[in-house]
Nanobody, 112 residues
Framework: QVQLVESGGGLAQLGGSLRLSCAASNNIFSISRVGWHRQAPGKQRELVARITGGGETYYSDSVKGRFTISRDNVKGTVYLQMNSLKPEDTAVYYC??????WGQGTQVTVSS
């Protein structure tokens, strides 16, 4: 497996925005389903959003209407645009792709 690399996390205020990136160099990435997951302290890892190789998107109820997943297959990158952030969005965010596994995560912290 080739490790995925997440970036773009940081500190945001309530109502703010962040954009996460998931990058891979493996050539199967561009045709594979990719998901963003998050894990907060004391909680299990949960699916946030996912996108197919054809661009079909899916969102969890907790982020629907606030987050947008997209991809640029030329750059080999999947993005997660996070708007209207809430403190409950605080977590480590991970990228996952079948056949490539998990990245090491990027920390997102939202303060009130």
């Amino acid at each position: 497996q080739v490790q995925l690399v997440e970036s773009g996390g940081g500190l945001a205020q309530l109502g703010g925005s962040l954009r996460l990136s998931c990058a891979a160099s493996n050539n199967i990435f561009s045709i594979s389903r990719v998901g963003w997951h998050r894990q907060a302290p004391g909680k299990q890892r949960e699916l946030v959003a996912r996108i197919t190789g054809g661009g079909e998107t899916y969102y969890s109820d907790s982020v629907k209407g606030r987050f947008t997943i997209s991809r640029d297959n030329v750059k080999g990158t999947v993005y997660l645009q996070m708007n209207s952030l809430k403190p409950e969005d605080t977590a480590v965010y991970y990228c996952n792709c079948a056949g490539l596994g998990w990245g090491q995560g990027t920390q997102v912290t939202v303060s009130s």
